[in-house]
């Protein structure tokens, strides 16, 4: 089972810059960055493909935020910028850990594993 452990977010002001780290316990067939805001559902932002490195993103944060991976460290980031209030909400990093046919990445119900979160507030 893998173990996720999520550090950074914090408060920021409108146009500025925050990154996310995700340090990952064990193998990954993906690993991804969901994101929820009060009263809204969990929706999928970044994702990358652990053996391909092919990255996706939602559209409302395409040239904003990036997400990488370092496999040496098997540690996910999320550079965030440009950063807008509604970027603002709980953060989550998610893995699977088994392969699945098309492109699932951004989808809450594929997940396996959830990190604990970590809120992301921007002030405009």
């Known amino acids: 089972q893998v173990q996720l452990l999520e550090a950074g977010g914090g408060s920021v002001q409108a146009e500025g810059s925050l990154r996310l780290s995700c340090a990952a316990s064990?193998?990954?067939?993906?690993m991804a960055w969901f994101r929820q805001a009060p009263g809204k559902e969990r929706e999928g932002v970044a994702c990358v493909y652990t053996t391909s490195g092919t990255t996706y993103y939602d559209d409302s944060v395409k040239g904003r935020f990036t997400i990488s991976r370092d496999n040496v460290k098997n540690t996910l980031y999320l550079q965030m910028n440009s950063l807008k209030p509604e970027d603002t909400a709980m953060y989550y990093c998610?893995?699977?850990?088994?392969?699945?046919?098309?492109?699932?990445?951004?989808?809450?119900?594929?997940?396996?594993?959830w990190g604990q979160g970590t809120q992301v507030t921007v002030s405009s």
């Open positions: 998610a893995a699977r850990s088994s392969w699945i046919a098309g492109l699932r990445c951004l989808r809450s119900n594929f997940v396996s594993t």
């Open positions: 064990g193998a990954t067939y993906y």
